[in-house]
Protein backbone atom coordinates (compact mmCIF):
# COMPACT_ATOMS: atom_id res chain seq x y z
CA UNK A 1 0.00 0.00 0.00
CA UNK A 2 1.26 3.46 -1.00
CA UNK A 3 2.02 6.25 1.70
CA UNK A 4 -0.21 9.22 1.08
CA UNK A 5 2.34 12.36 0.81
CA UNK A 6 -0.28 15.18 0.24
CA UNK A 7 -4.27 15.39 0.87
CA UNK A 8 -5.89 17.81 -1.35
CA UNK A 9 -9.51 18.81 -1.79
CA UNK A 10 -9.92 18.78 -5.92
CA UNK A 11 -12.78 19.10 -8.42
CA UNK A 12 -13.88 16.81 -10.51
CA UNK A 13 -12.64 18.39 -13.05
CA UNK A 14 -9.41 17.96 -11.90
CA UNK A 15 -9.81 14.19 -11.31
CA UNK A 16 -10.80 13.62 -14.40
CA UNK A 17 -7.62 15.07 -15.84
CA UNK A 18 -5.89 12.57 -13.54
CA UNK A 19 -7.56 9.64 -14.37
CA UNK A 20 -7.24 10.48 -17.85
CA UNK A 21 -3.11 10.14 -17.73
CA UNK A 22 -3.44 6.55 -16.56
CA UNK A 23 -4.28 3.51 -18.84
CA UNK A 24 -7.92 2.12 -17.83
CA UNK A 25 -6.13 -1.17 -18.16
CA UNK A 26 -4.44 -0.09 -15.19
CA UNK A 27 -6.84 0.93 -13.13
CA UNK A 28 -8.53 -0.56 -10.16
CA UNK A 29 -12.52 -0.97 -9.82
CA UNK A 30 -13.30 1.97 -7.98
CA UNK A 31 -10.75 4.31 -10.27
CA UNK A 32 -12.63 3.00 -13.43
CA UNK A 33 -16.12 4.13 -12.26
CA UNK A 34 -15.02 7.00 -11.09
CA UNK A 35 -13.13 7.70 -14.40
CA UNK A 36 -16.84 6.82 -16.21
CA UNK A 37 -18.59 9.13 -13.79
CA UNK A 38 -16.48 12.20 -14.42
CA UNK A 39 -16.43 11.08 -18.15
CA UNK A 40 -19.71 11.51 -18.83
CA UNK A 41 -21.08 14.26 -16.24
CA UNK A 42 -17.84 16.92 -15.76
CA UNK A 43 -17.72 19.53 -18.51
CA UNK A 44 -15.46 22.05 -16.63
CA UNK A 45 -11.89 22.29 -18.46
CA UNK A 46 -9.59 21.49 -15.41
CA UNK A 47 -7.84 24.98 -16.01
CA UNK A 48 -11.37 26.82 -15.38
CA UNK A 49 -11.68 24.55 -12.44
CA UNK A 50 -8.32 25.54 -10.91
CA UNK A 51 -8.83 29.01 -11.65
CA UNK A 52 -12.43 29.38 -10.05
CA UNK A 53 -11.39 27.28 -6.84
CA UNK A 54 -8.12 29.50 -6.38
CA UNK A 55 -10.70 32.74 -7.18
CA UNK A 56 -13.46 31.89 -4.32
CA UNK A 57 -10.78 30.47 -1.78
CA UNK A 58 -8.87 34.40 -2.33
CA UNK A 59 -12.10 36.75 -3.29
CA UNK A 60 -15.02 35.51 -1.38
CA UNK A 61 -12.25 33.65 1.50
CA UNK A 62 -13.93 29.95 1.05
CA UNK A 63 -11.76 27.06 2.11
CA UNK A 64 -10.34 24.66 -0.21
CA UNK A 65 -13.06 22.32 0.63
CA UNK A 66 -16.01 25.01 0.00
CA UNK A 67 -14.60 26.44 -3.33
CA UNK A 68 -14.42 22.62 -4.49
CA UNK A 69 -18.17 22.38 -3.35
CA UNK A 70 -19.03 25.32 -5.51
CA UNK A 71 -16.57 24.28 -8.32
CA UNK A 72 -18.58 20.76 -8.90
CA UNK A 73 -21.84 21.96 -8.18
CA UNK A 74 -21.72 25.41 -9.96
CA UNK A 75 -24.79 26.85 -8.87
CA UNK A 76 -26.43 29.40 -11.31
CA UNK A 77 -29.06 31.45 -8.68
CA UNK A 78 -28.84 32.98 -5.22
CA UNK A 79 -31.09 30.47 -3.93
CA UNK A 80 -29.73 27.42 -4.78
CA UNK A 81 -25.70 29.20 -3.93
CA UNK A 82 -27.59 29.53 -0.19
CA UNK A 83 -28.93 26.54 -0.12
CA UNK A 84 -25.10 24.86 -0.42
CA UNK A 85 -23.63 27.30 1.64
CA UNK A 86 -26.52 27.06 4.23
CA UNK A 87 -25.15 23.67 5.21
CA UNK A 88 -21.63 25.13 5.89
CA UNK A 89 -22.49 26.76 9.44
CA UNK A 90 -21.09 29.94 8.24
CA UNK A 91 -23.14 33.15 7.83
CA UNK A 92 -22.04 34.34 4.07
CA UNK A 93 -23.33 37.97 3.59
CA UNK A 94 -25.64 38.54 0.58
CA UNK A 95 -22.49 40.61 -0.93
CA UNK A 96 -20.03 37.72 -0.97
CA UNK A 97 -22.89 35.53 -2.24
CA UNK A 98 -23.16 38.01 -5.58
CA UNK A 99 -19.33 37.47 -5.95
CA UNK A 100 -19.21 33.71 -6.08
CA UNK A 101 -22.15 33.72 -8.33
CA UNK A 102 -20.29 36.25 -10.60
CA UNK A 103 -17.03 34.20 -10.20
CA UNK A 104 -19.08 30.83 -11.52
CA UNK A 105 -20.64 32.83 -14.44
CA UNK A 106 -17.55 33.76 -15.70
CA UNK A 107 -15.77 30.29 -15.69
CA UNK A 108 -18.90 28.58 -17.52
Excluded at 38 to 51: G, R
Excluded at 69 to 89: D, H, M
Amino acid sequence: MEEIKKKQSISLSEVKEILGKVDVEEMDQIQRWTYDYVSKFVQLDPKDAKEMKKQLMKDCELTEEESVEIVNIRPTSLAELRSFTFGWKKLILAETLEKMLKIIKGHS
